[in-house]
């Protein structure tokens, strides 16, 4: 090979030249994967599936003990389903990583999941990009630990209905659904209608993280008692507190008079970790209740009232039929 042939190789391997460094950076760079589609994906999916979209679209983010408490049978077989979800774009996830804190791995819709709920129900898909920035404010909202506690709270009585078939969570709604359905009036942490046989009971939830003063939490009481008084439905208003200590103080307060009458019943950790057991009191009693024994009526449907859940108030009914 002559001197001239060699420098003309040797020039166009050298990627430190000028141009030869963009092409090789051509030539390697990805092409970027399409995202499938849902019909792509139908043959893919089932209906624990759609109800994992439906449950994270509602309740903003879910940790993988909740939802293998509510879908699954072991916690690996969820890993590896929800894993398997995220490789499909639809599901995503996220570590919450806090110093000496527990490391949750909570699960929020992918592009999929949240195109797939807002065409069932006849609304416009957000975009990928805002799915994306969506997940990032949850990660980032300093009022996670909260949201997956109440979360947890209602997990739970989804779970339990796995175990007590005579029982189910007919209603669940987030603070967003609770708020707009009851018009503003009340902004709870979460609102569900426990059912037992033929009982049923509704219920608000505020869930006390401690960070409030007790008197912030009485405060909350006049707005539920408007509402019953003016044609919403009367349904007792569970405290979730962190501490017997904390619940001991709210029943002082609230059994020495603040002017209202809505049924209060608390619990903390401490009366048991099953928010179906026996484990409300309520101000004035302090004998310990089931939830469907909670004193609770749906009243007359009206424009602040939806009255009694329907079937598709149902958040697991599209497992119902499997």
């Given amino acids: 090979m002559t001197d001239a042939r060699e420098s003309r190789l040797s020039l166009q391997g050298d990627s430190s030249l000028p141009g030869n460094d963009d092409r090789a950076k051509t030539r390697k760079r ?11 994906l139908s043959g893919r999916l089932n209906a624990r599936d759609y109800t994992i979209a439906h449950l994270l679209d509602e309740h903003t983010a879910l940790t993988t003990p909740q939802l293998t408490a509510m879908l699954f049978g072991s916690q690996i077989t969820c890993q590896h389903r929800l894993n398997s979800l995220r490789k499909l774009r639809f599901v995503d996830r996220f570590i919450r990583n806090q110093p000496t804190r527990p490391r949750p791995m909570c699960w929020v819709v992918g592009p999929l999941a949240a195109r797939y709920v807002a065409l069932a129900r006849d609304e416009a898909p957000p975009t990928p990009k805002a799915v994306q920035q969506r997940a990032e404010r949850i990660m980032a909202s300093p009022r996670l630990d909260h949201l997956l506690g109440v979360n947890g709270f209602f997990g739970t009585l989804a779970a339990h209905t796995r175990t007590d078939p005579s029982t189910r ?10 708020t707009a359905a009851y018009g503003r009036r009340i902004r709870p942490d979460g609102h569900g209608v426990w059912t037992k046989g033929t009982a049923s009971v509704g219920f608000f939830v505020e869930y006390d993280t401690g960070t409030e003063p007790i008197g912030r939490l009485i405060d ?34 609230l059994g020495a008079g603040v002017g209202t009458t ?41 424009p602040i009232n939806p009255g009694p859940p329907s079937a598709a108030d149902d958040p697991l009914r599209l497992l119902q039929h499997r």
């Fill in 30 to 40: 990805p092409l970027t994967a399409r995202l499938p589609t849902l019909m792509d």
């Fill in 169 to 178: 969570l007919a209603r669940w709604w987030s603070e967003r659904s609770s």
């Fill in 220 to 253: 909350k009481l006049p707005a539920y008692q408007r509402l019953c008084e003016d044609g919403g439905p009367n349904y007792p208003v569970l405290f979730v507190l962190q501490s017997p200590v904390r619940e001991q103080h709210l029943h002082r307060r």
């Fill in 262 to 302: 809505v049924t209060v019943a608390t619990t903390c950790p401490q009366a048991g970790t099953d928010p179906a057991a026996a484990v409300w009191e309520l101000v004035g009693d302090g004998r310990r209740r089931r939830l469907v024994d909670l004193p609770s009526s749906h009243g007359q449907t009206g």
